[in-house]
């Protein structure tokens, strides 16, 4: 009996669609995001900097891992992932990272406002996988949401006292 085109892996071909679409524009984020971070990483000085400085490496390591799952998940259905720089350059939602920042608390500002805005956009594409019928998309983005606020968090919590 020939397979039925209309479902792979269980989906509907427009949720697989729409899902892939959903996945390939997180992923252009997190890569925007770890791109950030590499960036403040690279250019930071000031006070606290060396704390600061490896705790970045921690959360590039964590940020790659969620773009990993978000690439393999957009493979698992049957889609493409769009992981290279110029996609996530084009289709990423994020604000455009500064070069010209030094200070540390700069940095901090900079990242906890991206991770903010990208977390929102995580948040919003748990819904649309729910909408879409895709529990299992759903719960890949709540598990990425989860890291991407406690890295917020993380980095946030380095902000001078006010």
């Given at each position: ?28 984020d ?6 950030a ?33 978000i ?56 819904e ?35």
């Amino acid at each position: 009996m020939p397979l039925d085109t209309r479902f792979v892996h269980g989906l509907e071909d427009n949720t697989r669609k729409t899902v892939i679409d959903l996945l390939n524009a997180r992923l252009a984020d997190m890569i925007a995001l770890s791109l950030a971070v590499k960036q403040a990483h690279w250019n930071m000085k000031g006070r606290g900097f060396i704390g600061v400085h490896e705790l970045l490496d921690d959360v590039v390591e964590r940020l790659r891992e969620s773009a990993d799952l978000i690439a393999e998940r957009a493979q698992i259905i049957g889609g493409v992932a769009e992981g290279t720089v110029d996609i996530a350059a084009s289709r990423g939602e994020m604000e455009r990272y500064p070069t010209d920042l030094v200070e540390v608390e700069d940095h901090v500002r900079a990242l906890t406002e991206r991770f903010a805005d990208v977390g929102a956009r995580i948040r919003k594409a748990i819904e649309e996988s729910s909408d879409a019928g895709d529990a299992d998309t759903e719960d890949l983005f709540t598990e990425v949401s989860r890291q991407v606020d406690k890295d917020a968090w993380f980095i946030g919590s380095n902000a001078p006292s006010r």
